[in-house]
């Protein structure tokens, strides 16, 4: 992955500089400023960071749900050939549910609590194209089946309210994937789940991309599910991207102090218990008044190794560092480099 | 029955069930939930038992049950000596000196028409205690000590952080110097950076003021983390219970396993290289809960006998209780997490315990009395093993 320069052909998805704020009666919330991504077809990228970070607002412009009257909203977002930040709201429509497709954390905000989940995804079906009532239950009944809802003969009937937690998340699932998305948004699917359904629902969106060769972007919080589908990382905080990396990369040589941050901070399964966590310190910045240099500067405890107090005053670039890895960080690249190592050498049980 | 010395909370056979009621013109009872049924275990001096499972499994209910926030309907509850399930809610008072909660969510649980002081210094109110110095001094010497601004004592709730108001249920939690705290998932909605100041504020007050924490969460990692020991909940009774390091790294209940290798560890390459035991479907309705062994439905295991015989939880090893006819000691490769790194861990020290080491080897099975002695089937055909892709 690449945000510059890149392959002479384009990458299916491609975010230039893209920003977002929504004036409130606070104050200007900047939610996400100076985003830039792009992915390959067929690929699973990841933005992971903590809650606020920018995520979702960033899903909800690649999907064309920012209010443009109540949001201001800059840069590109060009997907397949085709700009959606300038796109009329009706072209916006079309995509949506068609080519692209989003499912989130609650599955009751796509599903209505008043109506049978078959006759729900078979509007969705016709929406897109026109066909028969029958061979739109038809279509409708194989989804349900494909996505793993037992006696889905019967279940097609369902109202939401008659079905678990994962079987109405399998719904929606089912409802996104009906019109063959060649771009799929999960926005944090399992967080509300038990690890055991969480297992299913991943296992799914898996075999499903597998099958249809869907583009994913996942959203999430857990750096778990992260090592588990993502093939690059973006992790955001403070309403922009500080480190970019292919997923081996990211784990194995992190240099953005805030995803090393973040690394100390889980407890984790697989390693040496150690007696203390290494939390970052302090709180994330609010995003109507973000420091003015580097947004993670305050909880930064590597920023007094920069001169002159950039880390203070001057807005880091996201940079490559090598090839498909970018760091938003003034540290010298040796310099982060050799924290890391520290670093990580302490979490793996070393001293 | 009476705590053993260093004991300080014994539950036996803890039932509690709730009505089920119909909707009609006169509602009346149509059935129970039972939501806890026939739990037992104990928690140590300054030890933590981690009580873990999915959602509906009756967690909070044995948290809620064990402080009589709502009154169990069978079984003993005995805090630091004194059985409490028949105590009127004037003479629980004393007990709430001893035993306090923390809740959650960190937004509700706290009134927000009430300052900080106010909040952390109700429990003095309510027990008419009046602390050396006074209550103010009292509370900001709290706020204080669990990372609080004491200058924010006069400052409502709505005005800080989710981790701020975790401090701010730990500091109220702390000020009659309990015995006993029950957690109920107090670091789950909060984000990892602040999760791990509040598991570190934990195990430093745990070690400052002697604490014992019953600390109930679904989350596995943070469990290893803070607890000692493990309990392992499914719809309403305990499958597995074991030092931490057994439960990890040898469980033997089949629902365990299930568990430990669901959740993905974050190491792509340990976890592009991992299987996960995949379970079937939902938790069964604790209104119509399985004949037999509760988990049957859902088990890789189950043969015909666990549909008909409740298995009983037996100690199969010093320390670990086990609730199942088919127990397993080894998973296929690639299964379940890299139990080499976890073997190696040192012994727990703050209470004295130590893992019970490796697994179940066949000799310890033949020297168990005849009827505790589960039968070693091996693993059934791998159908529902499946490889992660
Ligand atoms: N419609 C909106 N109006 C005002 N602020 C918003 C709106 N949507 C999101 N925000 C703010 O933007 C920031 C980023 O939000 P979000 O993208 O939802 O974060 P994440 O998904 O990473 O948790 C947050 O501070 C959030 O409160
Ligand atoms: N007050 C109540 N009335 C009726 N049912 C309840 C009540 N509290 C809990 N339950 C039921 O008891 C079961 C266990 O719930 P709970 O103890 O909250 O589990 P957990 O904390 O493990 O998620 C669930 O089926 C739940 O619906
Ligand atoms: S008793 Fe049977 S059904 Fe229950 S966990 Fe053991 S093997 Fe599975
Ligand atoms: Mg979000
Ligand atoms: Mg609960």
């Not at chain 1, 778990?224 to 480190?243: K, Q, S």
Request: with cysteine; aromatic share 4%; charged share 20%.
């Amino acid at each position: 992955m690449t945000t510059s320069g890149g392959p002479t052909e384009n990458p299916f998805l491609e975010i230039k500089d893209l920003a977002v704020a929504f004036p409130t009666e606070d104050g200007l919330v900047r939610a996400v400023e100076g985003v830039s991504l792009s992915i390959e077809r067929g690929r699973t990228l990841a933005i992971v960071g903590e809650s606020g970070s920018g995520k979702s607002v960033t899903a909800q412009a690649i999907m064309g749900l920012i209010d443009r009257k109540s949001a201001k909203m800059t840069g590109e977002i060009w997907l397949d050939g085709q700009e959606l930040v300038g796109m009329p709201a009706d072209e916006l429509q079309a995509l949506r549910g068609g080519k692209v497709a989003m499912i989130f954390q609650d599955p009751m905000s796509s599903l209505h609590p008043f109506y049978r989940v078959g006759s729900q995804i078979t509007e969705a079906i016709n929406a897109h194209r026109k066909m028969g009532a029958k061979a739109a239950r038809a279509i409708a009944l194989d989804m349900l089946r494909r996505v793993g809802i037992p006696a889905a003969d019967r279940r097609i009937d369902d109202y939401p309210h008659q079905l678990s937690g994962g079987m109405r998340q399998r719904v929606m699932i089912a409802m996104a994937l009906i019109n063959a998305p060649e771009l799929l948004i999960a926005d944090e699917p399992t967080t509300a789940l038990d690890v055991t359904v969480q297992a299913q629902i991943l296992e799914l969106i898996a075999s499903l991309q597998g099958e249809f060769g869907i583009t994913v972007i996942m959203i999430t919080h857990d750096l778990g599910i992260v090592a588990d589908v993502a093939d690059e990382v973006a992790v955001m905080y403070g309403g922009r991207i500080v480190e970019v990396a292919p997923t081996g990369v990211l784990y194995a040589q992190p240099e953005m102090p805030y995803t090393l941050g973040l690394l100390s901070s889980i407890p984790r399964m697989d390693r040496e218990l150690s007696e203390r966590l290494e939390p970052i310190p302090g709180n994330p910045p609010s995003p109507i008044s973000l420091p003015p240099g580097c947004v993670f500067q305050p909880r930064c405890t590597y920023s007094d190794r920069v001169a002159a107090g950039a880390c203070l005053n001057v807005r880091p670039e996201l940079l490559e560092t090598s090839a498909g890895h970018l760091v938003r960080c003034h540290l010298p690249a040796e310099e982060r480099r050799q924290i890391s190592r520290d670093v990580l050498n302490v979490l793996a049980g070393g001293s | 029955m009476t705590t053993e010395a260093g004991e300080i909370l014994r539950v036996s056979d803890l039932r509690t069930y709730f009505p089920v009621r119909s909707h009609g013109l006169i509602p009346h009872v149509v059935g129970q939930v039972k939501a806890v049924d026939g739990v037992s275990f104990t928690v140590g001096s300054a030890e933590t038992l981690g009580l873990v499972g999915e959602s509906g499994s009756g967690k909070t209910t044995v948290a809620r049950s064990v402080l009589m926030l709502v009154r169990p309907t069978g079984g003993e509850i005995v805090i630091d000596g004194q059985e409490i399930t028949h105590l009127s809610s004037k003479a629980l008072m004393p007990m709430r000196r001893k035993a306090q909660m923390i809740f959650q969510d960190p937004y509700n649980a706290l009134n927000p028409r009430h300052t900080v002081g106010g909040i952390i210094g109700a429990p003095y109110r309510i027990q008419g205690i009046q602390p050396p110095g006074g209550v103010r001094t009292a509370v900001q010497a709290l706020m204080e000590r669990v990372g609080l601004n004491p200058e924010h004592y006069n400052r409502y709730p709505n005005e800080f952080s989710g981790g701020q108001r975790q401090r701010i249920g730990i500091a109220r939690a702390i000020a009659l110097r309990p015995k006993l705290i029950v957690c109920d998932e107090p670091v789950s909605a909060l984000d990892v950076s602040i999760q791990a100041q509040i598991i570190n504020l934990l195990r430093d007050l745990q070690h400052e003021f002697g604490l014992s924490y019953l600390f109930v969460a679904h989350d596995l990692a943070v469990v290893r983390q803070i607890s000692h020991r493990v309990a392992v909940m499914y719809l309403g009774h305990l499958m597995e219970m074991a030092p931490r390091n057994t439960i990890y790294a040898a469980p033997l209940h089949p629902y365990t396993h299930s568990l430990l290798s669901a959740v993905p560890i974050p190491d792509p390459v340990l976890q592009k290289g991992r299987s996960r035991i995949m379970l079937e479907g939902d938790l069964p309705s604790p209104i119509n809960p399985p004949s037999g062994c509760v988990f049957r439905t859902r088990c890789f295991q189950a043969q015909e006998r666990c549909s008909v015989e409740v298995p009983p939880l037996v100690e199969l090893e010093p320390g670990h209780y086990v609730a199942c006819h088919f127990p397993v000691a080894t998973l296929p490769a690639g299964v379940g997490i890299a139990r080499d790194v976890l073997e190696t861990e040192p012994g727990v020290s703050a209470s004295g315990l130590q893992p019970a080491g490796g697994q179940v080897s066949s000799a310890q099975l033949d020297s168990l009395p005849a009827d505790d002695r589960p039968d070693s089937t091996p693993l059934r055909p791998q159908e529902r093993v499946r490889r992660s892709r």
